[in-house]
């Protein structure tokens, strides 16, 4: 079984500064591990993935994570926030051994972006 | 670029009714899956398709049924609705060899008067 803890269900920011969400995840098997946005009243987009090789991955619109095996973690990071950044932030886990298992995902982080 | 459709998008029903939702994955896409999201609630994973057979099954309840189509097309039927059913449900498809990264469809926004 796995389970994905958000440990942050709001964070407030002011424009221009830099954010990190954080994400932790558990689980017996390899994972994959993504980050997904969710703007109101939409679906979820995704904003990047680690499946394997460098640990630090690169996604859209600025943001990045590191995942850490060793801390079971996948923080996600972008050093200059906007106001369209205001939107629910999901990570989400995912057994990497194959097969169409459903994803796991955390309780989301409401990013919430001040002037 | 093609992304995963869904419809209806809005849908109200009556308690004890029935309702189909039918998601349409991404072009060369093998793979579906339905989500649920409750009302500022995380997605819960219901069940997965993979090449037209169930694959994975979360927490749908049995009520709730689905199955894939030759054309990779996915229906979820719901049944003797209640009114906890009222949610957002998601597909989203996904392509064996791609890391089974999953494309999220906009959702069917279910209400149960």
């Known amino acids: 079984a796995q389970s994905v803890t958000q440990l942050d269900s709001q964070v407030p920011v002011f424009e221009e500064a830099p954010v990190e969400l954080r994400c932790n995840y558990s689980s017996s098997v390899s994972v994959y591990l993504f980050w997904y946005v969710q703007y109101p009243n939409q679906g979820l987009q995704l904003l990047l993935k680690?499946?394997?090789?460098?640990?630090l991955v690169k996604g859209i619109n600025g943001f990045e994570a590191e995942f850490n095996k060793s801390q079971t973690s996948f923080h996600l990071r972008k050093p200059s926030v906007h106001i369209s950044d205001t939107a629910e932030y999901f990570c989400?886990?995912?057994?990497?051994?194959?097969?169409?298992?459903?994803?796991?995902f955390g309780k989301g982080t409401h990013l919430i972006i001040q002037p | 670029a093609a992304g995963v459709i869904q419809s209806p998008r809005h849908l109200i029903k009556e308690k004890r009714e029935t309702a189909t939702l039918k998601c349409y994955p991404i072009?060369?896409?093998?793979?579906v899956y339905w989500y649920q999201q409750g009302p500022g609630q995380d997605p819960q994973f219901l069940i997965s398709f993979y090449e037209k057979m169930q694959s994975d099954k979360g927490s749908i309840p049995d009520r709730f049924s689905a199955q894939q189509f030759s054309d990779y097309h996915s229906e979820l039927n719901m049944s003797s609705l209640e009114l906890g059913d009222s949610a957002l449900y998601f597909c989203?498809?996904?392509?064996?060899?791609?890391?089974?990264?999953?494309?999220f469809g906009p959702g069917t926004r279910l209400l149960v008067l």
């Open positions: 680690y499946l394997s090789g460098s640990t």
């Open positions: 989400a886990v995912g057994y990497s051994g194959g097969g169409a298992d459903g994803l796991t």
């Open positions: 989203a498809s996904s392509y064996r060899g791609d890391g089974e990264t999953q494309y």
């Open positions: 072009p060369r896409h093998d793979t």
